[in-house]
């Protein structure tokens, strides 16, 4: 649920109301025209919460002469804002003030009546703002925005998830995995996200579809786990840190408000893809300094999130991406689930990627009970499931992946 504001004159102390923890959205006018919107004007917003405490949130360019930013808090009263533009001549976007009145959240959605997600005191499980324990139970749509999931799909896949209890959704917002640069199987009904391989020119049709998607999801309950793209390969190379950064300031800027968490990059660094770790560190600090909200954070990395950075302290929990190969997996599994565990510094441990069901034809559900209660009875945080079809959005008459890797189109489950 968003609460829509339109500035219409600069300066002008514009009031609205909404509730606790839900996202006021505030648009703004630019009263110039700029040959490059989303590279050379940068619009934060400067929000003053009722106890006098002081958030800096980013904007995003939306098309056109149209800024937007979302703001979302769990006090309730007045709250201040006052946006800062680079272009300091634009009285469309610089020096624009109002003011928002939150009052008590009246709805049952767990994610806004029990807060955003944090680590709980003990360091080993997920819990809300308030203290109500969170079970990670997660989902893996690592394509879901793709436009082969049909916006119809969408919605009877995420009512299907949770009516059988998931709580987590991993979904991509940029790179896809096992896809090139631009390929025509990265788009949603909006295009690509971005038009350069740098990411210097954004798409922002693209965000607007990916925003119902994400919207949808959380109005269910449901967590969006946000991976910024991968990695493996080439997403370092070919977007470069500027692009990346360009890239996680533009999601936080759409998605920090809401509930989420974010994965920094799927696939990064690791025992499989070494060499980045210290790129990947700089791209996740400036992403944690941009956030103002500072949602729970990880690597997705082959092997332990802890080895995909250079220094730990930038993500939040441990994701593990173990082993598709069967059996093998439920092994590989439960030791690096007591691997983690015993590791230093403490935090909560999940498996993100593990043998998904009916990949390669392989991995059928008694493997996918064992992994789960292997991994859950040796201290895992929760858990995440995967099924061959699901996580690369694969439909009839479209794959999304090479037919031979994964003869299926769905799951069983």
């Known amino acids: 649920m968003v609460l829509f504001v339109?500035?219409?004159?600069?300066?002008?102390?514009?009031?609205?109301?909404?509730?606790?923890?839900?996202?006021?959205?505030?648009?703004?006018?630019?009263?110039k025209a700029y040959a490059d919107s989303f590279k050379d004007v940068t619009l934060d917003v400067v929000f003053t919460d009722p106890e006098g405490a002081q958030k800096t949130v980013p904007a995003f360019w939306a098309g056109g002469n149209q800024w937007k930013v979302r703001?979302?808090?769990?006090?309730?009263?007045?709250h201040r804002y006052r946006s800062n533009c680079s272009a300091k001549d634009d009285p469309g976007?610089?020096?624009?003030?109002?003011?928002?009145?939150?009052?008590?959240?009246?709805?049952?959605?767990?994610l806004y009546r029990h807060g955003p997600i944090q680590v709980a005191a003990d360091r080993r499980h997920f819990e809300h703002a308030d203290g109500t324990p969170f079970f990670w139970l997660g989902d893996t749509w690592w394509k879901g925005l793709c436009k082969r999931l049909t916006w119809e799909g969408f919605q009877e896949l995420m009512a299907d998830r949770k009516t059988k209890g998931f709580t987590v959704v991993q979904i991509v917002c940029g790179l896809h995995p096992d896809e090139g640069l631009f390929e025509p199987r990265w788009e949603n009904e909006g295009g690509k996200p971005y038009l350069t391989r740098d990411f210097s020119v954004v798409n922002p049709k693209y965000f607007e579809y990916a925003d119902r998607h994400i919207e949808w999801l959380i109005d269910a309950g449901i967590l969006p786990a946000i991976v910024g793209g991968w990695a493996r390969d080439w997403g370092m190379p070919a977007v470069g840190d500027a692009g990346w950064k360009r890239h996680w300031r533009n999601l936080i800027a759409h998605y920090g408000a809401y509930p989420t968490t974010w994965l920094f990059a799927g696939e990064a660094g690791g025992w499989a893809f070494k060499g980045t770790e210290k790129q990947w560190t700089d791209v996740a600090m400036y992403a944690r300094k941009t956030d103002p909200y500072g949602r729970l954070a990880t690597m997705h990395t082959p092997g332990s999130s802890r080895t995909g950075v250079i220094d730990q302290s930038v993500i939040h929990y441990d994701m593990l991406q173990t082993s598709h190969c069967d059996w093998d997996a439920v092994r590989m599994s439960i030791s690096a689930i007591k691997e983690s565990y015993s590791a230093t510094p403490t935090m909560p441990t999940v498996v993100g990627e593990a043998c998904y069901e009916g990949h390669m034809q392989l991995n059928h559900p008694d493997i996918q009970r064992h992994l789960f209660w292997g991994c859950m009875l040796n201290g895992a945080a929760g858990h995440t499931y995967g099924a061959a079809g699901i996580w690369h959005a694969g439909v009839e008459g479209d794959p999304g992946i090479t037919p031979v890797y994964d003869l299926t189109t769905g799951a069983r489950t």
Do not use: D, W
Request: hydrophobic share 40%.
């Open 93 to 110: 976007l610089h020096g624009v003030e109002g003011r928002i009145e939150i009052k008590p959240y009246t709805g049952k959605n767990p």
């Open 6 to 31: 339109m500035m219409l004159m600069p300066c002008f102390a514009v009031a609205a109301e909404t509730e606790a923890n839900l996202v006021a959205e505030i648009s703004f006018q630019a009263k």
């Open 71 to 78: 703001y979302a808090s769990p006090l309730t009263g007045t």
